[in-house]
């Protein structure tokens, strides 16, 4: 019988998953308070709001002119090098696959666990609750490049790069993600942002000391900032336009290359829902690849795609 059938390690699956759940227990009771404490500042504090994205905004900044200042005296270590490019890596991956494709345009769909460490590693990449991501995302295409689009170049490029982050209203989060606001996992990792963003900072510390955190931290953070800055003013400027869409989104290589596969921007455009942004090999799409490769071995799965009629009449 199949509730019965013995798991690899000699476990039922019902005794296996009653042996995890404490672990999972203790996790949520970890979390549980400061997601409280989240939701009770929430909204309350814009100064305190806007003073702490300033620093995440500047702090890398700063860090990565004193890391390029340094290069000068003494090479990069190995240690340093690894951490900045897994870091680099894992995190953009959570931003792209976890806030932008699973969560923002629910291009596929995965297992809770699968969910929760893409969206822990993109809150760990400095992009703010992903619930708000979201709204604002959901609004940037509703509005592409017209009245009530929150980042469009049209009102400048450094508005549409950094600025709009200090003078978008707040997020829409009832109007654009209802349903979002529905699921356990994705609030719980909503509301403890904070937390994720700071382990993204501890993690390179403690394998690494000062340095890890100078490089594995804040210069990975400048990069992953502007990159992801660059999706919403670059790929809305410069580029190739292959479909007519009704905004002024565009194909950009470097950020293409850069983004994971984000700068394929007018595809996306074109097709929002597709979980795939590159269009042949051309067009390397690591994000796309990473979604491909979960529902291969089945963890992921109601993955959509574009209508094949539709590229090819390009
Ligand atoms: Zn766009
Ligand atoms: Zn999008």
Redesign the pocket.
């Known amino acids: 019988m199949e509730g019965l059938v013995e798991a690899p390690d000699g476990l039922t699956p019902a005794r296996q998953a009653h042996e995890t759940r404490p672990v999972l227990t203790y996790v949520l009771i970890a979390l549980a308070p400061i997601a409280v404490t989240a939701k009770l500042v929430e909204k309350r504090t814009p100064r305190f709001y806007e003073a702490g994205l300033l620093l995440a905004i500047v702090a890398p900044l700063v860090a990565t002119v004193y890391a390029m200042w340094r290069l000068w005296e003494e090479w990069i270590g190995w240690r340093e090098l690894t951490l900045f490019v897994v870091l680099y890596l894992l995190t953009g991956i959570g931003t792209t696959v976890g806030y932008?494709?699973l969560v923002?345009?629910e291009s596929f769909r995965t297992r809770p666990s699968v969910k929760a460490v893409l969206l822990a590693l993109g809150a760990m990449n400095v992009q703010g609750q992903v619930i708000n991501w979201a709204a604002y995302?959901?609004r940037?295409?509703a509005h592409s490049d017209r009245e009530g689009d929150p980042h469009s170049p049209r009102e400048g490029l450094l508005h549409a790069h950094v600025g709009w982050l200090f003078r978008a209203s707040p997020a829409e989060r009832e109007r654009y993600c209802k349903r979002l606001l529905a699921d356990p996992v994705i609030v719980l990792i909503d509301r403890t942002a904070v937390v994720w963003t700071l382990a993204g900072l501890l993690i390179p510390y403690i394998v690494a000391g000062s340095t890890g955190l100078l490089w594995g931290g804040l210069v990975r953070i400048a990069f992953t900032n502007h990159v992801t800055f660059a999706v919403n003013s670059i790929c809305h400027m410069y580029g190739s336009r292959p479909f007519a869409t009704k905004d002024a989104s565009r194909n950009n290589l470097l950020i293409g290359l850069l983004g994971f596969g984000?700068g394929w921007?007018n595809n996306?455009?074109a097709f929002?829902r597709a979980a795939f942004h590159g269009i042949g090999w051309r067009q390397p799409d690591v994000s796309g690849l990473i979604i491909r490769g979960l529902e291969r071995v089945g963890l992921a799965w109601d993955v959509r795609r574009a209508p094949a009629t539709a590229v090819d009449a390009r």
């Open positions: 932008h494709r923002a345009h995302h959901r940037h295409h984000e921007h996306h455009h929002p």
